[in-house]
């Protein structure tokens, strides 16, 4: 038989296949001897005499695979973004987004608490930076309690028929909005810790939720995210707004550290292009240039 990995917990894997039955199975041993993991999303091919009984035999090839979140095959993914309580950071969402779309996942951002900002100067700047997100990202915010059944509605349309992940901080609200995606699911939310802005692991296990026609994982969150497997040649080519003004650098290639007629940095000058991307892309690309002289140290 054949299917798809919807849910793993401690060493078990529940595989429904397409008729809708569902199936709970281990992995073979020869799994551990390849150093195969099967994952949440996988195709797998199995047999199972019970439906509580049975054996993974195969993988199908994956498009892609997420090591945090660990899931395969994913299409799109919701980047929960608090603004308040953990506090916004900047740094983690493009590190996420460039995390993705080295994945081949496309990014749907999602603002979360920015009815608890707490002064009008900090909300307009919130509101100034999901305007510059949403030039080149899905950018869903909802400003007002009032707001959000509707701007949820919105994103939902974006994920039908799709696997998707749901991701950000430790504490951004991934629980939480799943919950309100489909209130059935009951999902356990945690406190956040107002000294130490960060948040408490809830969720213990790996699923595909169907919501309304969207295959959803929830899956725990953490507070940084790995840069693994890019090379300084594939990063800036990961910043959509980079590339809108890269075709005008003088040097094909151009990596926009030190190029001379940079089109980026000077797009970065002007601030069409929001300085802090490009510090972030700055600290990243030194992180992938540090990787890659280790691998050949």
Not at 43 to 71: C, H, M, T, W
Request: include cysteine; proline fraction near 5%; glycine fraction near 6%.
């Amino acid at each position: 038989m054949r299917g798809q990995i919807r849910q793993s917990l401690s060493g078990y894997y529940d595989v429904m296949t397409s008729d809708g039955q569902e199936y709970r199975t281990r992995a073979r041993g020869n799994f551990r001897k390849k150093k195969q993991t099967p994952l949440v999303g996988d195709f797998v091919d199995f047999k199972a005499e019970k439906a509580d009984e049975g054996y993974i035999l195969g993988i199908q090839s994956r498009k892609n695979q997420l090591v945090r979140p660990p899931v395969a095959n994913v299409d799109k993914a919701v980047v929960v973004t608090a603004c308040v309580e953990p506090d916004f950071s900047a740094n983690l969402l493009d590190r996420q987004l460039v995390m993705l779309a080295s994945n081949g996942i496309e990014p749907l951002i999602y603002f979360s608490k920015y009815d608890l900002v707490s002064t009008a100067d900090q909300r307009q700047v919130l509101a100034e930076i999901a305007t510059y997100y949403r030039q080149y990202y899905p950018t869903f915010i909802p400003q007002t309690p009032a707001e959000q059944k509707q701007v949820q509605a919105e994103l939902l349309s974006e994920l039908q028929g799709q696997v998707c992940v749901v991701m950000g901080q430790t504490g951004a609200g991934k629980s939480t909005l799943l919950n309100q995606l489909d209130p059935a699911l009951q999902l356990e939310t945690g406190e956040v810790s107002k000294a130490l802005s960060r948040g408490k692991h809830t969720t213990r296990k790996v699923s595909l939720l169907d919501i309304h026609g969207a295959l959803i994982a929830d899956t725990p969150g953490f507070s940084s995210f790995e840069l693994s497997n890019l090379t300084k040649e594939d990063l800036p080519r990961l910043y959509p707004d980079f590339q809108e003004y890269a075709t005008a650098c003088k040097f094909r290639g151009c990596s926009h550290i030190k190029e001379p007629q940079c089109a980026v940095r000077d797009a970065v000058a002007s601030e069409k292009i929001w300085p802090s991307r490009y510090e972030n892309y700055l600290q990243f690309y030194k992180m992938v240039v540090d990787d890659e002289k280790k691998k050949y140290r």
